[in-house]
Nanobody, 125 residues
Framework: QVQLVESGGGLVQPGGSLRLSCAASGFTSAYYTIGWFRQAPGKEREGVSCISGSDGSTYYADSVKGRFTISRDNARNTVYLQMNSLKPEDTAVYYC??????????????????WGQGTQVTVSS
């Protein structure tokens, strides 16, 4: 049974940092492409980052490039999203999702078949 569990969300002040974790079970995450999405109230789910299972390539939305870093620990079957220099507009529920092959179409939520339950990130003073 494929399962993804996010953790690490919380309340942080603008300019602060958080590290989100996406723990996988039921499959080997090293062989899958993992994407991070976020959804703010009243907005569509947005793909923010992706790490490819085929070659480890990483991708970032322009809105987070230079501030967020995606990585994986294969021994722990976990993917991380390090978020620095956080802004109020980063406030959202963050989800990780898995799909086979590469990060092609990583911005499209329908391309991913397995999802976690989400973790809330709030950036506010």
């Amino acid at each position: 049974q494929v399962q993804l569990v996010e953790s690490g969300g919380g309340l942080v002040q603008p300019g602060g940092s958080l590290r989100l974790s996406c723990a996988a079970s039921g499959f080997t995450s090293a062989y899958y492409t993992i994407g991070w999405f976020r959804q703010a109230p009243g907005k569509e789910r947005e793909g923010v980052s992706c790490i490819s299972g085929s070659d480890g390539s990483t991708y970032y939305a322009d809105s987070v490039k230079g501030r967020f870093t995606i990585s994986r620990d294969n021994a722990r079957n976990t993917v991380y999203l390090q978020m620095n220099s956080l802004k109020p507009e980063d406030t959202a529920v963050y989800y990780c999702a898995a799909k086979p092959f590469s990060c092609i179409d990583y911005r499209r939520a329908s391309a991913f078949g397995s999802w976690g339950q989400g973790t809330q990130v709030t950036v506010s003073s």
